[in-house]
DNA sequence: CTGCTTTCTTAACCGAAGTCAATGCACAGG
DNA sequence: CCTGTGCATTGACTTCGGTTAAGAAAGCAG
């Protein structure tokens, strides 16, 4: 889902915009009512921690949407959000969604089935991940997002891949010299 | 989520209740508007073929309620639900769906949220799966629905693992030693 | 420019999963 | 009862990722 510029345009107005330094973690309020952000500028990655090794799950760059993961209660994992760029992002409220949906009623029904829409993208990726080998998934990681691999360090992009570091370093061999 | 007897009753006396065969498919029409479905007795499988070669997604048994995937367009994939055993599934239509929800209304906030909560759930799914190796993820199955090993032949349980038949016997004689 | 930190690469070793092929076992149908 | 089919196991072999440790390269500060 992206936005064309109008729309884009409105929600910078609409919204709280500010710019956090590389490395900012962006605070996350309790379990309900989190902010939505879009990232206007910059990088952002989502990580949870497991045993004090940070487990990436998922990067956001320009006009990317960041939704908010509803809790599944028993599990002690937490999702944080932090600046791998200096970014520029703009959080929104309640309020501005409301009237951006007002202006733009045709994002109604898609803000409704988000989490449907959420979940289906979501099945995909565990389908890909449940049957391609790691260097597939860097190979297929390279088709849809070629920018990533140029802006993140490459040990963030092998936790996401969910590899070691070293790991990716051979993959990225081996697919050379072929 | 599960049902108390009580909203199970109303469930099986408003929903069209059937039984079917071992192996049987259920039909499952267009990209809108799916059934849900209910298993009360037996076992279904979700899987989609990669290749001719099924990949099972998920098992569901007594109380568990399938609920529809809404396609993320571009994939040619498609879901299929089959009967590993014979089943009696109640089928959910949007009217007896609607009056359920007007004699309990407690699950409305649910039925709303039922993306949201699938997708937390599945994200916790893919988070074990790139962080956890083959024979942990047969440990935490065995935990977690340690029913459905002696009910499911093990090539099933391999597929929607993940992995090969021959590497799940050798998981178990491993296991089994210790 | 120098020295530090961060990031990436390389090598050696090990263990586990994939693959292919053969065997064993249970169960259903004739 | 015998036979065929489907499923589980086992073995030999290969490949690839994990682990550990060391060193190279790149970025940054003094």
Redesign the pocket.
């Known amino acids: 889902m992206t936005f064309t510029d109008e729309e884009a345009d409105l929600i910078r107005k609409e919204d709280i915009i500010q710019n956090y330094s590389k490395n900012y973690i962006l605070p996350q309020q309790g379990a309900i009512a989190q902010h939505c952000f879009l990232v206007l500028k910059g990088c952002v990655k989502r990580y949870y921690l497991d045993n004090g090794v940070e487990r990436i799950v998922d990067f956001y760059t320009e006009n990317d949407p960041i939704t908010p993961v509803s809790y599944v209660d028993k599990k002690p994992s937490q999702y944080f959000l932090s600046c791998v760029e200096p970014c520029i992002i703009s959080k929104g409220t309640e309020e501005s969604t409301q009237r951006f949906l007002e202006r733009f009623p045709k994002f109604v029904p898609i803000f409704v089935q988000i989490g449907d829409r959420l979940a289906a993208k979501q099945q995909l990726q565990l389908d890909d991940f449940k049957n391609l080998?790691?260097?597939e998934r860097y190979q297929k990681l390279l088709e849809e997002r070629p920018n990533l691999v140029n802006r993140v360090?490459?040990?963030?992009i092998a936790s996401y891949l969910?590899?070691?570091?070293?790991?990716?370093?051979?993959?990225?061999?081996?697919l050379w010299k072929s």
């Open positions: 080998a790691p260097e360090p490459q040990y963030m969910g590899i070691q570091p070293e790991s990716l370093s051979r993959i990225r061999k081996r």
